[in-house]
Nanobody
Framework: VQLQACGGGLVQAGGSLRLSCAAS????????MGWFRQAPGKERDFVSA??????LYADSVKGRFIISRDNALNTVYLQMNSLEPEDTAVYYC??????????????????WGQGTLVTVSS
């Protein structure tokens, strides 16, 4: 499966962006989908994930970000509200299948998009 992320950009603090992750090659309807982000000089961190159960969120984005999927469009979204300068990073979408102990680790996702840059100005 190939993933293409888009929707990043420059936004002022308090603003919103919606990231999209379009999948091709096969249906992702039964895939677990995740969003991660990587700020300059830092590791790639978990942001949000969606599998068969309730969505998961990192504590830092809980209440501000919403993950969703549209299986008909084979696309996953990340709605980001009340953005803060600390949210500045390259955002990556990821996909995986099968049973994993955690949805919050990069190792659980063998398929990755190319990343889209989100810059939040203060």
């Amino acid at each position: 499966v190939q993933l293409q992320a888009c929707g990043g950009g420059l936004v002022q603090a308090g603003g919103s962006l919606r990231l999209s992750c379009a999948a091709s090659g096969r249906s992702i309807s039964n895939y677990r989908m995740g969003w991660f982000r990587q700020a300059p000089g830092k590791e790639r961190d978990f942001v949000s994930a969606l599998s068969g159960g309730s969505p998961l969120y990192a504590d830092s984005v809980k209440g501000r970000f919403i993950i969703s999927r549209d299986n008909a469009l084979n696309t996953v979204y990340l709605q980001m509200n009340s953005l803060e300068p600390e949210d500045t990073a390259v955002y990556y979408c990821a996909a995986g299948q099968g049973v994993r102990s955690s949805l919050k680790t990069t190792a659980s996702y063998p398929y990755w998009g190319q990343g889209t840059l989100v810059t939040v100005s203060s």
